[in-house]
């Protein structure tokens, strides 16, 4: 039969259980308490009981038809939403159960999504979306185009990926150290002495900083910071994933 075993840590906040903005508390997982592979018929039988549990609960809960995985969804009243189920176009397509009581609902819905993108139950109709995610994809199609290219060089010993007066981008100079990164990042934040710092690095790796342009992110840091060096892999983040801002020298550590 298959199970929804979930109990994820995650949030670095304070230490609190839940709350009006939905967070979930440093020592707490996001699934607080859970029901499995339990009749449809405990629903009537022992209703009283299980009102207890999850009564005015949020969380994600499962339907099951004959130990095989029919719906999966998410409700701010899990027994509310279950005894709807009996009744709905569901009403004849499951005969077991099982609920996940969460802390707070921030992430509830992406979490059904993730569940549904995994699972595809037959009984939900629609693909789940997450709402501030990066698809990968097309970054894994440019980073094997990117590696076949070298693979030419090496083989035909011909730079396909230098820059040609054909494809519109001519050199400028000493090669820009982020034209090396297939994945390199289009914008570059910093905090300097209470100041929110950002940069921009071009298509073909150099870096723009207040109208002038630099070949390494360490010129450009040494700019912003008024001094004649400064470690721009440390002093510059990117955005690694949507929210997830982590120092220049993380490139590095991926190539």
């Not at 569901?90 to 992430?107: C, E, N």
């Not at 519109?168 to 390199?184: F, I, M, Q, T």
Request: hydrophobic share 30%; glycine share 10%; proline share 4%.
């Amino acid at each position: 039969m298959t199970m929804l075993y979930t109990c994820v840590d995650f949030y670095p906040g304070p230490s609190r259980i839940g709350g009006g903005d939905g967070r979930v508390g440093r020592r707490h997982g996001l699934v607080s308490q859970y029901l499995e592979n339990i009749s449809r018929e405990a629903l009537v039988k022992h209703q009283q009981i299980i009102r207890r549990y999850i009564r005015g609960r949020e969380g994600v809960y499962a339907l099951y038809r004959k130990d095989r995985l029919y719906y999966v969804g998410l409700a701010g009243n899990l027994r509310g939403r279950l005894t709807q189920h009996i009744r709905d176009r569901h009403g004849a397509s499951w005969d077991r159960f099982s609920v996940y009581l969460t802390i707070g609902d921030a992430h509830l819905r992406e979490l059904e999504s993730l569940v549904l993108r995994i699972v595809k139950p037959t009984g939900n109709k629609q693909k789940g979306k997450f709402g501030k995610s990066e698809n990968l994809r097309p970054r894994f199609k440019r980073d094997v185009r990117a590696k076949q290219d070298v693979e030419l060089v090496n083989l035909l010993g011909v730079d396909v990926r230098s820059p040609t007066p054909e494809n519109g981008l001519e050199k400028r100079g000493r090669r820009p150290v982020l034209a090396a990164y297939s994945d390199r990042p289009k914008t570059l934040r910093a905090r300097f002495k209470g100041t929110t710092l950002k940069a921009r690095v071009l298509r073909d790796g150099s870096i723009r900083y207040q109208g002038r342009l630099y070949n390494s992110p360490s010129r450009a840091a040494a700019k912003a910071c008024g001094r004649r060096t400064c470690d721009g892999w440390i002093f510059w983040t990117y955005e690694r994933a949507p929210g997830d801002w982590v120092p220049l020298a993380t490139l590095r550590e991926t190539r």
